[in-house]
């Protein structure tokens, strides 16, 4: 097992992110999957968070990620549901439809540390769910 380390510190963080769309609307395609990963890619170096594995089913998406000990996880959930909703319904209006209002993802979430399971156990759970992408 790798651990990654800096200055003062060794750790390895994984977490298990599940995100549902509001009304647990049937929303996501291949298209809509790949827009919402690029943009979690994109903020997470903000918060010294790395994706590992990305899976999604028509109503909600498994995300596998590692993060920083310093990493402050619920404002990095709460930046990328707000980009990635406001950016996701710009891109694809026809989403309108089924989402009325100015949400895309339902307030909650499901954020579970890995720290009981191996991370290729994890990974293939994550692949399992849905086609990979």
Request: aromatic share 16%; proline share 3%; charged share 30%.
């Amino acid at each position: 097992m790798k651990l990654d380390n800096n200055a003062h510190s060794v750790f390895l963080l994984y977490y298990h992110l599940i995100l549902v769309v509001k009304y647990r609307r049937e929303i996501f395609d291949d298209e809509i999957s790949f827009r919402a990963k690029e943009i979690f890619e994109y903020i997470a170096p903000n918060y010294n968070i790395t994706l590992q594995e990305w899976n999604y089913k028509k109503d909600h998406v498994h995300i596998l990620f590692k993060a920083h000990p310093k990493s402050e996880i619920s404002k990095f959930i709460n930046a990328y549901k707000s980009a990635s909703s406001r950016l996701i319904k710009k891109e694809f209006p026809g989403i309108r439809k089924d989402l009325w209002k100015e949400y895309f993802w339902s307030q909650s979430f499901c954020l579970l540390s890995t720290g009981s399971a191996p991370i290729d156990v994890i990974e293939k759970y994550i692949e399992s769910q849905g086609e990979k992408h």
